[in-house]
């Protein structure tokens, strides 16, 4: 015989659930905090490293391309710098996960240009994962549950608390908008240069590494600014105003 509540299910055990669920989420996104406060945006795209990592391969694919015209030269240089990282993380035993992730990333990527034989589909992949992104986060703010929410919520210690309060449910809401804008951003400017074929190659692959890392970086630092809680954002100016205009 069921004990109460196992037949529809306990709704307290189920946000439990949830909320180990998203904690366990917002731990491995990356993000970092730092002691004042604040985002640490470089920490949160894998500090320096983590940006030679994101945009190396790229960058090695665009050139060798662009200079030999040879495809497959081109992605076979890539894939070695990718998982030259890799094997490197593994010969120092940091966390290979940002590495090991963005070697099956270009692999991908390669794999689908080599298959089409057209240089431009080595960046079709990310035009799918910007897509997908996209719309998981406009599910996410229809349900009332935006992303980021999930992550900065616990990464600042309000667990799911904001959601009991409609106003915080808006700024998260925001704060998810700014992030959508910039994966859609992405897609305005890049796709229509793909679609120029080989002749927009060049100026598809420099705005895929502009608008990488360092616009995720950028938006995900407004994203933060702009959905700190009331309370932090007024003992900031006290500090401000106490410390004066030229205080650091």
Same mark, same amino acid.
């Given at each position: *015989?069921?004990? $109460?509540?196992?037949?529809?299910?306990?709704?307290?055990?189920?946000? &439990?659930?949830?909320?180990?669920?998203?904690?366990?989420?917002?731990?491995?996104?990356? =993000?970092?905090?730092?002691?004042?406060?604040?985002?640490?945006? +470089?920490?949160?795209?894998?500090?320096?490293?983590?940006?030679?990592?994101?945009?190396? $391969?790229?960058?090695?694919?665009?050139?060798?391309?662009?200079?030999?015209?040879?495809?497959?030269?081109?992605?076979?240089?890539?894939?070695? !710098?990718?998982?030259?990282? %890799?094997?490197?993380?593994?010969?120092?035993?940091?966390?290979? %996960?940002?590495?090991?992730?963005?070697?099956?990333?270009?692999?991908?990527?390669?794999?689908? !240009?080599?298959?089409?034989?057209?240089?431009?589909?080595?960046?079709?992949?990310?035009? =799918?994962?910007?897509?997908?992104?996209?719309?998981? *986060? +406009?599910?996410? *703010?229809?349900? &009332?549950?935006?992303?980021?929410?999930? +992550?900065?919520?616990? =990464?600042?210690?309000?667990?799911?608390?904001?959601?009991?309060?409609?106003?915080?449910?808006?700024?998260?809401? +925001?704060? %998810?908008?700014? #992030?959508?804008?910039?994966?859609?951003?992405?897609? =305005?400017?890049?796709? $229509?240069?793909?679609? *120029?074929?080989?002749?927009?190659?060049?100026?598809?692959?420099? %705005?895929?590494? #502009?608008?990488?890392?360092?616009?995720?970086?950028?938006?995900?630092?407004?994203?933060?600014?702009?959905?700190?809680? &009331?309370?932090?954002?007024?003992?900031?100016?006290?500090?401000?105003?106490?410390?004066?205009?030229?205080?650091?």
């Amino acid at each position: *015989m069921s004990k $109460p509540g196992e037949e529809n299910g306990d709704p307290q055990r189920d946000e &439990k659930s949830f909320a180990d669920v998203a904690g366990n989420y917002a731990a491995q996104s990356g =993000i970092e905090r730092r002691d004042d406060g604040q985002i640490d945006v +470089l920490k949160s795209v894998g500090g320096i490293r983590g940006l030679v990592e994101g945009i190396l $391969p790229g960058l090695v694919f665009l050139v060798l391309f662009t200079v030999t015209r040879q495809l497959q030269t081109a992605l076979i240089a890539s894939l070695a !710098a990718a998982a030259a990282f %890799t094997v490197l993380r593994l010969i120092q035993r940091t966390t290979v %996960t940002q590495a090991f992730s963005g070697l099956i990333g270009v692999g991908i990527c390669a794999w689908v !240009a080599n298959s089409t034989g057209e240089a431009e589909d080595f960046y079709v992949v990310g035009f =799918i994962t910007n897509s997908a992104y996209i719309v998981g *986060m +406009l599910i996410s *703010m229809a349900v &009332k549950w935006p992303i980021a929410g999930l +992550l900065f919520g616990f =990464i600042r210690g309000e667990g799911l608390h904001w959601r009991q309060d409609r106003s915080r449910i808006r700024v998260y809401n +925001l704060a %998810t908008l700014i #992030i959508i804008t910039v994966l859609a951003l992405r897609l =305005i400017v890049q796709v $229509p240069l793909y679609l *120029m074929g080989e002749s927009g190659l060049v100026a598809l692959g420099t %705005t895929r590494l #502009i608008m990488g890392v360092p616009l995720y970086a950028l938006g995900l630092w407004v994203a933060w600014l702009i959905s700190r809680p &009331k309370e932090i954002v007024e003992a900031q100016e006290r500090l401000d105003h106490h410390h004066g205009p030229d205080a650091s």
